[in-house]
């Protein structure tokens, strides 16, 4: 993940006061539990294809003896890999 936490937590309290301040929202308890709660949310999104990443790598790691011998490429099976795993998820990165 790319983005801080303290831009993180920027963007969770701006969409709040946003849909707050459009009338869209009304919040009927803390408005800091609401947006720590956003900010899990948002934290958890942008995660998801750092955990992607980290299991293809895991994957992988049973071929690096042909990656080695250079009978494998990885950076390409690493890309195929990853398509594929999107594609059957229905990821959206």
């Known amino acids: 993940m790319r983005?801080?936490?303290r831009r993180i937590r920027f963007l969770a309290t701006a969409v709040v006061d946003r849909l707050q301040?459009?009338?869209?929202?009304?919040i009927s308890g803390s408005k800091d539990r609401l947006v720590e709660t956003l900010?899990?949310?948002?934290?958890?999104e942008l995660s998801v294809e750092d955990r992607l990443h980290e299991?293809?790598?895991r994957l992988l790691k049973q071929y690096d003896a042909e990656f080695q011998n250079?009978?494998?490429?990885?950076?390409?099976?690493?890309?195929?890999?990853?398509?594929?795993?999107v594609k059957e998820r229905g990821l959206i990165l």
């Open 55 to 57: 299991e293809i790598r």
């Open 39 to 44: 900010e899990r949310a948002i934290t958890n």
């Open 3 to 5: 983005v801080t936490k």
């Open 70 to 85: 250079g009978r494998a490429d990885y950076d390409r099976m690493f890309t195929m890999v990853k398509n594929r795993l």
């Open 21 to 26: 301040g459009q009338h869209l929202l009304d």
